[in-house]
């Protein structure tokens, strides 16, 4: 295995930093560890010629690797329920009877492999029913790396990821593939969500606000003053009354966001 000079560890920290957020000032021992063979597989005899070369050609196909390869894509569908629950029971009710244009605004910001938009949406499925048709109810999934996206385009997925699911939506929401243990997700579902390539350090300038906005397990790589920048970025692009719902082992600085703690995970925008 390669090692990584301090010089090219604290090159690599700040070009990551600077242009995605990732914080890897703490992370030098997975740096080695997951990129070597990567540096090796290119060609490069040294860290330092990899870094030189990913700094200089910012090729979006090796920056995607190297993303993949320092961040972990583990999810699966109806993760940390009790979000989806919170969505059913307290904040489509209160959109049902506010929205009066009936569109709903909800972004899945960091949507990975694509468990969490299609979630939701099964959700809005199952809420609204045979209304389902009056409403506009796309969710918008945006993530950085192509390579994921492409894996929740594909919406294939193994039966494992289904198992938290409940009863019935398996059979439902889902579709066999002719690969044992293997579903693609419902053309109605699949049609619902509508995937984005986005960086979450850029503006941003969607064309309308959020009522709800998951960014879950994501801020975890992100250090304190680039997740503050992040949440207030947010915060202007959410409705009055919108909703931030985080991953259970993130928080935010109750001091200094601008969003009202609703409990854990879970934050409004006030009306």
Known sequence: ??????????????????????????????????????????????????VDYIMQTRDPGDIDTLINKLTTNYTFFMREKTHFDYLRD?????????????????WSAGCSSGEEPYTISMVLKEYFGTKAGAWDTRVLATDISQEVLGTAQAAIYEEESLKELPKGWAQKYFRKTKVPGQYTVAPEIKSNVIFRTFNLMDPIKFRLKFDVIFCRNVMIYFDQETKDALVKRYYDATVPGGYLLIGHSEGLNKATTPYDYIMPATYRKQV
Request: proline fraction near 1%; glycine fraction near 4%; charged fraction near 20%.
């Open 1 to 50: 295995m390669l090692s990584i000079s301090n010089q090219d560890f604290q090159r690599l920290v700040t070009f990551m930093k600077k242009n995605y957020g990732i914080d890897l000032s703490q992370k030098q021992q997975l740096i080695t560890g997951r990129l070597s063979s990567t540096v090796n597989a290119k060609g490069f005899s040294s860290f330092t010629e990899y």
């Open 90 to 106: 307290t904040i489509l009710p209160w959109l049902e009877q506010t929205k009066k244009n009936k569109v709903l605004s909800i």
